[in-house]
């Protein structure tokens, strides 16, 4: 369990987590229940999700679970931070989904003093990193990799498999496009759609 820093002990740097893992794994549950934890403690927060992420919702975050929070829309990770001047506390979902800029826009608010949790996919549907996750965990001085089910096995699932005939890189979807594996069926699964 991850226990927060308050902000009254920082020394005036700030610092990074990235919360990682496959589809169905509570990536954004966790992100959501550590920015209400910091709004409870009367921190300024915002957050913040790509633009073309709007499968649940265009402004809000929301979870598979359906708990929510309203979130900023942004196309390009540079505007993040002059919109979290006023801010302490910065999320940001759906990381994989922006481009390597991302890195260093978390890097300048985290020296900026501010807390940046960060939230995403760390291997697309192929089991390669994905996006600027790589380098958000290289940076990050707090990582937490959840799990999910695996959805045939029913043992811990770290893969997110596409259930779908699609090879572009980016496509959204939940249940009906996805399902979580574990590394045995994800393998299996792989090897059954090449023959």
Request: with cysteine; aromatic share 8%.
């Amino acid at each position: 369990m991850f226990l927060e820093r308050s902000m009254s002990q920082a020394d005036g740097i700030g610092w990074i987590e990235v919360i990682c893992g496959s589809m169905f794994s509570g990536k954004t549950e966790e992100l959501l229940r550590r920015v209400k934890r910091a709004k409870i403690a009367k921190q300024k927060i915002k957050i913040f999700k790509p633009k073309k992420d709007v499968r649940y919702d265009k402004k809000k975050v929301i979870s598979h679970d359906q708990n929510s929070i309203k979130s900023k829309p942004v196309s390009n990770p540079r505007k993040i931070i002059k919109l979290s001047e006023k801010f302490e506390v910065i999320g940001i979902d759906e990381a994989q989904f922006f481009d390597d800029s991302l890195v260093d826009v978390c890097n300048e608010l985290a020296n900026l003093g501010k807390r940046v949790i960060v939230s995403g996919l760390d291997m697309d549907f192929k089991g390669k990193p994905f996006g600027p996750m790589p380098n958000l965990l290289a940076i990050a001085e707090y990582v937490t990799k959840v799990h999910a089910v695996c959805s045939k096995s029913g043992k811990m699932a770290s893969y997110t498999h596409r259930i779908v005939d699609s090879d572009d890189l980016i496509l959204l979807g939940d249940t009906k496009k996805y399902q979580a594996l574990s590394r045995k069926e994800f393998i299996k699964s792989n090897t059954t759609k090449k023959t």
